[in-house]
Antibody, heavy 118, light 107 residues
Framework: EVQLVESGGGLVQPGGSLRLSCAAS????????MNWVRQAPGKGLEWVSY????????YYADSVKGRFTISRDNAKNSLYLQMNSLRAEDTAVYYC???????????WGRGTLVTVSS | EIVLTQSPGTLSLSPGERATLSCRAS???????LAWYQQKPGQAPRLLIY???SRATGIPDRFSGSGSGTDFTLTISRLEPEDFAVYYC????????FGQGTRLEIK
């Protein structure tokens, strides 16, 4: 079955760190560009970060630049998001999503909830 | 950054009716790189339309997309009970941005 499964979410204090993981299965992960997208409670979707299939090209939204780091391990079929200096406004469900070659997101995981609160 | 504005914010219709959702971009979306997603409560978004008018795999033909430049439309020809959800447009021609969503609710 083709799927993405996120993990690593939880409750963290402001200023803290968290590392999210996304496990891919059922397709050739190493051939796909990947993204992280988040959704604050009751709000819309916000693109967070992109990584190319090889990991050589990376982009971030301005809201997370300098605090978040995206990476991947193609041997482990896994995508990661290292989140540092977390703020209350980072509270959201974080989804990983595969990037079709044309740019739209054709497969999404079910998400993992990150709550930043003291 | 390209800003996408969706209207209306909420659309109240009955099953069997036709739904028309709008997505307007602050500048032209290159090559019609515009997608539509459906999201139901507690679920991840699902791709419906890409390239402004191409249906994704497995999407019923009652869903159609149209438009170019700055104005795009998602039309659901005859609403089924399972179509009531939140719909987002996304442009992927210049980085990635999403609209704020249109909630389609049962009247």
């Amino acid at each position: 079955e083709v799927q993405l499964v996120e993990s690593g979410g939880g409750l963290v204090q402001p200023g803290g760190s968290l590392r999210l993981s996304c496990a891919a299965s059922g397709f050739t992960f190493s051939s796909y560009e990947m993204n992280w997208v988040r959704q604050a409670p009751g709000k819309g979707l916000e693109w967070v970060s992109y990584i190319s299939s090889s990991g050589s090209t990376i982009y971030y939204a301005d809201s997370v630049k300098g605090r978040f780091t995206i990476s991947r391990d193609n041997a482990k079929n896994s995508l990661y998001l290292q989140m540092n200096s977390l703020r209350a406004e980072d509270t959201a469900v974080y989804y990983c999503a595969s990037n079709h070659i044309e740019g739209y997101f054709d497969l999404w995981g079910r998400g993992t909830l990150v709550t930043v609160s003291s | 950054e390209i800003v996408l504005t969706q209207s209306p914010g909420t659309l109240s219709l009955s099953p069997g009716e036709r739904a028309t959702l709008s997505c307007r971009a602050s500048q032209s979306v290159s090559s019609s790189y515009l997608a539509w997603y459906q999201q139901k409560p507690g679920q991840a978004p699902r791709l419906l339309i890409y390239g402004a008018s191409s249906r994704a795999t497995g999407i019923p033909d009652r869903f159609s997309g149209s438009g170019s430049g700055t104005d795009f439309t998602l039309t659901i020809s005859r609403l089924e009970p399972e179509d009531f959800a939140v719909y987002y447009c996304q442009q992927y021609g210049s980085s990635h941005t999403f609209g704020q969503g249109t909630r389609l609710e049962i009247k």
